[in-house]
């Protein structure tokens, strides 16, 4: 069975980049009737805390994105990272440090000054076991790192994406696994968490390309097998850097607050990178089937948030009316239900963004203001033109548009866009928007006389 997961640091809120990721191996697993497990990386302590959790939570939930079992934490797992340090030591893998920062930072200037990658320099690498447990045994500070540079041999990388790729030891570094405070780096608690849980495939940014090497590596020195891992292209902003909570990438919290529909992220997401999807495949289990993630984009892809909102308006002009109402309640909350209702039918392919309704409030309460290019309109229009509407529409038996504007039409002698934009600004509010007949069906025969009116009235 394919086993994937999403396995966030809970040290701030799921943003565009942890989005695409949890999505991925969500829909891999999905679509190959496997299981998805939700762990949190909470091993920063000083970091982490249960309100992220709560949150990332919350917001795989608000995309559609479940998980098998209960969430898991990568705390839990501390007893068997210490003991697979402590295997790796014993096996020779792995060693204390003692170089002091500005140590490795001047061996580092000597090897570029040499032409030479900044690796470490191997100071304490066949420092004698006995005399690096005195040392520590002392007090004096130190790290652990994963012995993993050799002369020769390579580490095999099966990639389903980029095919299988070997890493010569010669070329690779000896990354650190435990900080001097005694905190692990990313590298063991995350790979040996995927062996622990028994996850099959991970599927994550190329950036991750050199540590996926170490911990090939390091799960072979264990005697554990990796997972199989897709390296997909980096996901980056419009400026080209990789979109991340470090460098301002949006957070789903931001964009749940702006009214975006789940649906429409998801879309924008999914698609990005991934060629041939249908583009009337309008919901996950729609796209399901057309999935092919061996052939997601192995270069880098930008992401684009015209593309995520085009498809908010998409799928916001396909809601049923009372869908689209109870979106629009917050917004206009003394308003009867089924007035609402009407509103959002009126209004809906009008409507690039849910807040955009707030642009025909007049339509629900006649004092409300004008927009200033409807103002404006109805101030060139005059008075006397709207006391020419009122007797042309009181005159009328029922509400009908196209009957009033041939009257009006007659009363004022005006035509074309200066004859219909002041009806429109002053019984809307705005200058553009719902098709008229609709406009006047809506708000009644009193309704069209209130506005004309105010504008009569308070407009010059």
């Not at 701030?12 to 299981?35: D, E, I, K, M």
């Not at 697979?84 to 090897?111: P, V």
């Not at 097998?225 to 897709?230: C, Q, S």
């Amino acid at each position: 069975m394919i086993v994937t997961r999403f396995a966030p640091s809970p040290t701030g809120q799921l943003h565009l980049g942890n989005v695409r990721t949890a999505l991925l191996n969500w829909a891999f697993a999905r679509s190959q009737q496997g299981r998805f497990l939700l762990r949190f990386e909470d091993t920063d302590a000083g970091r982490s805390t249960q309100d992220f959790i709560a949150s990332i939570k919350d917001d795989l939930v608000w995309l559609g994105l479940d998980w098998d079992g209960e969430p898991r934490l990568q705390s839990a797992h501390a007893a068997e990272h210490r003991q697979a340090l402590e295997t790796l030591a014993a096996r020779q893998h792995a060693y204390r440090c003692f170089c002091s920062e500005s140590q490795l930072a001047l061996d580092r200037k000597l090897a570029a000054s040499r032409g030479l990658p900044p690796r470490y320099a191997g100071r304490c690498r066949q420092l004698p076991p006995a005399e690096a447990e005195r040392r520590a045994a002392a007090g004096e500070a130190h790290v652990w790192r994963l012995a993993a540079h050799a002369g020769k041999g390579g580490v095999a990388v099966h990639d389903r994406i980029r095919g299988d790729i070997t890493f010569e030891r010669r070329d690779m570094d000896d990354p650190v696994l435990v900080r001097s405070d005694g905190s692990f780096t990313f590298l063991l608690p995350n790979a040996l968490d995927d062996a622990l849980d028994g996850v099959t495939h991970v599927l994550r940014g190329d950036d991750h390309l050199s540590n996926t090497a170490y911990q090939v590596w390091l799960l072979s020195c264990l005697g554990r097998d990796a997972p199989v891992y897709l390296h997909h292209g980096l996901l980056l902003g419009a400026d080209g850097a990789k979109l991340s909570k470090r460098t301002g990438s949006t957070s789903v919290a931001e964009l749940r607050q702006a009214g975006l529909l789940p649906g429409a992220l998801v879309q924008a997401m999914i698609r990005i990178g991934h060629p041939n999807l249908p583009e009337q495949a309008e919901g996950l289990s729609d796209l399901l089937p057309h999935l092919q993630m061996d052939h997601l984009s192995a270069s880098a892809v930008r992401w684009s948030d015209d593309e995520l909102w085009r498809w908010h308006a998409r799928m916001l002009h396909g809601l049923g009316h009372r869908q689209l109402a109870d979106l629009l309640r917050p917004l206009f909350p003394d308003v009867p239900a089924d007035r609402l209702d009407g509103f959002a039918a009126l209004v809906q392919p009008n409507l690039q963004r849910v807040e955009d309704a707030r642009d025909f409030a007049r339509l629900l309460a006649g004092e409300a203001s004008l927009s200033g290019e409807a103002e404006q309109a109805v101030g060139d229009a005059g008075s006397e033109f709207f006391d020419q509407a009122l007797a042309a529409w009181t005159d009328l038996s029922q509400p009908d548009w196209p009957a009033w504007i041939e009257a009006l039409k007659q009363r004022s002698d005006r035509k074309g866009k200066a004859l219909f934009m002041p009806l429109r600004a002053a019984l809307t509010g705005a200058t553009h928007g719902p098709e008229m007949s609709g406009v006047v069906a809506f708000l009644g025969h009193e309704g069209v006389i209130a506005r004309l009116k105010d504008a009569r009235v308070h407009r010059p």
